[in-house]
């Protein structure tokens, strides 16, 4: 069957209960995101303060990730999870109050996004071992589709929600209504038993850091996992160049401006539905490959396209190529890393995740500025191309890896 699979759903009543709580979080998650940048907006009417929220929720995950993802190989992951949701929501209620009473400095704002981003980026590698400790070994990659499916339908769901609740409630209540979103996330972790790692528990500071960074240096199937995600995103992210080439192709129409993330997300979501034969296949390798791939030639026809409804048929293509793609990374990490690794590996994970989409449209927004849109995306795309060629080229046991480790 073509359909996602939902054998996780029927096995594991832990996991059903951590989708239901992960899915309302990161719903309120993107509520959020729109609330700050519209407060912040309002506040300043400033492109560089609203630019510095990125810059808030970004740089505690590059800065403290791969210490936290050490920290979460020490100690009991599901603990340290609760910690970091009780931050999260302790964050929100400070968001919220700082909303309801609208007297306080953009910087606190600011402050307040950093520090929830920091406990989020203790979260996340506790997190990451709660697929493959729950699920049976050939369940994980249907239990990330599941997950990749539900948060983006919320990327999708939650900036339209925000922007309803903002013009009928205040960003007050937006934010409340996250720190309440937490509370089903603790609901849904609260129940699980102990998560110690399994083997020796990572070493303290630095030295528990380069542990994993030695492993990711020799690990040659994690290692090209990784690489080709930086190659996809960072030589062919496309979000910085929608408004050129919107202005250049399609007349600058708001409209078609803000269908092409929507494109993205479609693209997404239809894949993750849709992607049961291949999370069965157990090939997640060759489908990372072959989906990075399709990325970057569907990018680089948008790059050429002149109508818009092609344009937005081709970027439906690449979010499901980017959809199979992230969940068949996460599968060859999660199943090839070690349980008293794993924290530390899906730091680096995220790290990449959230480094590598920054930098592309870094690169797009120059290279478009030194040429044009167009230049900057078919160059990408090719780049893109022959980057992923070249990884399965130099690793061939990334493309013979079965979902399982021998």
């Not at 009780?86 to 209620?93: K, M």
């Not at 996340?124 to 249907?142: E, Y």
């Not at 960074?213 to 030589?235: E, I, K, N, P, S």
């Not at 090719?382 to 990334?398: G, I, Q, S, W």
Request: charged content about 10%.
């Amino acid at each position: 069957m073509s359909l996602i699979d939902v054998r996780p759903l029927r096995t594991s009543a832990h996991f059903r209960r951590l989708l239901v709580g992960r899915t309302v979080s990161v719903l309120g998650g993107f509520m959020t995101m729109v609330t700050v940048m519209y407060q912040v907006w309002d506040m300043t009417r400033s492109t560089a303060w609203t630019g510095a929220v990125g810059l808030a929720q970004a740089l505690p995950l590059v800065v403290f990730g791969l210490f936290a993802g050490a920290w979460a190989d020490r100690a009991d992951r599901r603990r340290t999870y609760l910690v970091a949701t009780v931050g999260q929501a302790a964050c929100s209620l400070l968001l919220a109050v700082q909303g309801f009473t609208g007297h306080v400095p953009v910087g606190v704002v600011l402050a307040l996004v950093a520090v929830q981003s920091g406990f989020g980026a203790l979260g996340a590698p506790a997190a990451g071992v709660f697929v493959p400790r729950l699920l049976p070994k050939d369940q994980v990659a249907a239990g990330l589709a599941l997950n990749q499916i539900t948060a983006q339908s919320m990327m999708l769901l939650g900036p339209a929600l925000a922007g309803v609740l903002l013009s009928w409630l205040g960003i007050g209540v937006c934010y409340l209504l996250d720190a309440l979103s937490f509370g089903l996330a603790f609901y849904g972790a609260f129940g699980l038993p102990a998560l110690p790692p399994e083997g020796e528990p990572s070493r303290a500071g630095l030295h528990g850091v380069l542990d994993g960074l030695r492993f990711l240096a020799g690990h040659r199937v994690v290692r090209g996992a990784l690489v080709t995600d930086l190659a996809a995103t960072v030589l062919s992210f496309p979000a910085s160049l929608f408004p050129l080439v919107n202005a250049e192709r399609f007349g600058g129409n708001p409209r078609t401006l803000g269908l092409f993330l929507s494109a993205l997300a479609v693209g997404g979501i239809t894949a993750s539905a849709l992607s049961g034969a291949l999370t069965r296949l157990g090939r997640p390798g060759t489908v990372m490959l072959c989906a990075s791939g399709t990325w970057g030639v569907a990018l680089l026809l948008f790059g050429l396209a002149s109508d818009p409804w092609t344009g937005l048929a081709l970027l439906v293509v690449a979010g499901a190529a980017d959809a199979l793609a992230v969940v068949s990374r996460s599968t060859l990490v999660q199943t090839r890393t070690p349980d008293a690794l794993l924290g530390r590996v899906t730091a680096a994970e995220a790290i990449v995740g959230q480094a590598g989409p920054s930098l592309g449209n870094v690169r797009g927004g120059l290279v478009a500025g030194w040429t044009s849109g167009t230049v900057s995306l078919v160059t990408g795309g090719l780049m893109c191309v022959l980057a992923v060629a070249a990884v399965a080229v130099r690793t061939p046991e990334l493309r013979e890896a079965p979902a399982t480790a021998p």
